[in-house]
């Protein structure tokens, strides 16, 4: 079945450090890969996606690349702020049946916290 | 509404009763979603709606898990003689299609089991 694994959390930075959250997974076939947030005391928000092999999602600063060759879609943010304290899950679809993006397999979470 | 409202935002129950969690997504989203997340996971696909019917129900974990959605709108996820495993956050989410749009998630009902 399909799987997503995380790096180990929690993630403590400095502001303006550089981010990188792991993320690897198990699927068959081609699925599309997302990384969600979860701030504080709300809803998971879509951050980004990648529906194909070597495609780059960005958004807010936070960039990923699905990488096929080593099933990767790790997340990277060059400069972090406090804001981005949050919990981050990266997860796939396989594209089966027509569910596509609604139905998901998430990572188990990564706390980030940035300190000023 | 604006955006996937759930409630109860928080409901405690009683080993052995019965409950009902509620869902409304976004006005004109055909497809809805269940998802359970418990403590220190990541969400777990629980059953998939395309308008009334429910179209992938893999996940539920067992004959006491049920959700409908009669009218193609609001569902209801109901969970019948509750245990203290069944404790997690209950999320909802809805798209406007299968095919190629994003899901958006509700806030999710916190259900606590004692």
């Known amino acids: 079945g399909n799987s997503v694994t995380q790096m180990e959390g929690p993630v403590t930075l400095s502001e303006e450090a550089f981010l990188t959250i792991n993320c690897t997974y198990t699927?068959?076939?081609?699925?599309?890969l997302f990384w969600y947030v979860q701030y504080p005391g709300e809803g998971l928000q879509l951050l980004l996606k990648?529906?194909?092999?070597?495609d780059k999602g960005s958004n807010k600063g936070f960039e990923a690349t699905y990488r096929k060759e080593t099933t990767s879609f790790h997340l990277e943010k060059g400069s972090v702020q406090v804001s981005d304290s949050a919990v981050y899950f990266c997860a796939l679809s396989d594209n089966a049946g027509g569910t596509s993006y609604g139905k998901l397999t998430f990572g188990q979470g990564t706390i980030l916290t940035v300190h000023p | 509404g604006a955006g996937v409202s759930q409630t109860p935002s928080n409901k405690v129950t009683e080993k052995g009763k019965y409950v009902e969690l509620r869902c409304d997504p976004i006005s004109g989203h055909t497809a809805l979603y269940w998802y359970r997340q418990s403590l220190g996971q990541g969400p777990e696909f629980l059953i998939y709606?395309?308008?009334?019917?429910?179209?992938?129900d893999s996940g539920l974990p067992n004959d006491r898990f049920f959700a409908v959605r009669p009218e193609g709108s609001v569902s209801t996820l109901k969970i019948q003689r509750t245990e203290r495993g069944d404790s997690a956050v209950y999320l909802c989410?809805?798209?406007?299609?299968?095919?190629?749009?994003?899901?958006?998630f509700g806030q999710g009902t916190r259900l606590t089991v004692v």
């Open positions: 989410a809805s798209s406007s299609n299968t095919g190629s749009s994003e899901a958006f």
């Open positions: 709606f395309q308008g009334t019917g429910a179209a992938d």
């Open positions: 699927a068959t076939g081609y699925p599309s």
């Open positions: 990648a529906t194909k092999a070597d």
